[in-house]
T-cell receptor, first 113, second 113 residues
């Protein structure tokens, strides 16, 4: 059973701070990694994808990938109250089941004004 | 361009009934995946279809079935509904079901009484 683990939180940060969200995965052959944001009562929205080791930046968001450690993270700089949501880490399976994404349970982030 | 559309948005059924959920992918996308999300959990993979063929199936009973039409829209059918089928059903669209990202529709919230 391929697994994705996230700290369920809640993670609470003050406005303007850096929020750090972490994710580990068990499928060593995975090549594609995604972060989704899900507001309460809404569907997941893709915010970052990363495929290679290292950092990938998009605006206030930075995704970091370390395949050797089977670890992926998301940094949110200058956090805003509108960033308050559940953040889902998703990993595409390797091998014969590479059609599916395996999701973590999500980390609830609260940004306090 | 329109994103992923799903219908209906909400549905209330009773145990033992049948339900059909519908999804239209992003224009140009040929792959549709279905996920089930229960409260407090990440989405769980149900099916993926690409070019009208089933590419994969998750760990769901045979009461769940799906198909994809020539215009790439898809429907998910669930027979003999159980209380535990109450969840948010998400459709995700991708270009070809390959390593790239999947984009979610707004979801159908199903309540089984």
């Amino acid at each position: 059973q391929k697994e994705v683990e996230q700290n369920s939180g809640p993670l609470s940060v003050p406005e303007g701070a850096i929020a750090s969200l972490n994710c580990t995965y068990s499928d060593r052959g995975s090549q594609s990694f995604f972060w989704y944001r899900q507001y309460s009562g809404k569907s997941p929205e893709l915010i970052m994808s990363i495929y290679s080791n290292g950092d990938k930046e998009d605006g206030r968001f930075t995704a970091q990938l370390n395949k050797a450690s089977q670890y992926v993270s998301l940094l949110i700089r200058d956090s805003q109250p509108s960033d308050s949501a559940t953040y889902l880490c998703a990993v595409r399976n390797s091998g014969g089941s590479n059609y599916k994404l395996t999701f973590g349970k999500g980390t609830l982030l609260t940004v306090n004004p | 361009d329109a994103g992923v559309t799903q219908s209906p948005t909400h549905l209330i059924k009773t145990r033992g009934q049948h339900v059909t959920l519908r999804c239209s992918p992003i224009s140009g996308h040929k792959s549709v995946s279905w996920y089930q999300q229960v409260l407090g959990q990440g989405p769980q993979f149900i099916f993926q279809y690409y070019e009208k063929e089933e590419r994969g199936r998750g760990n769901f009973p045979d009461r769940f079935s799906a198909r994809q039409f020539p215009n790439y829209s898809s429907e998910l059918n669930v027979n003999a509904l159980l209380l535990g089928d109450s969840a948010l059903y998400l459709c995700a669209s991708s270009l070809d079901g390959g390593p790239g990202a999947q984009y979610f529709g707004p979801g159908t919230r199903l309540l089984v009484l």
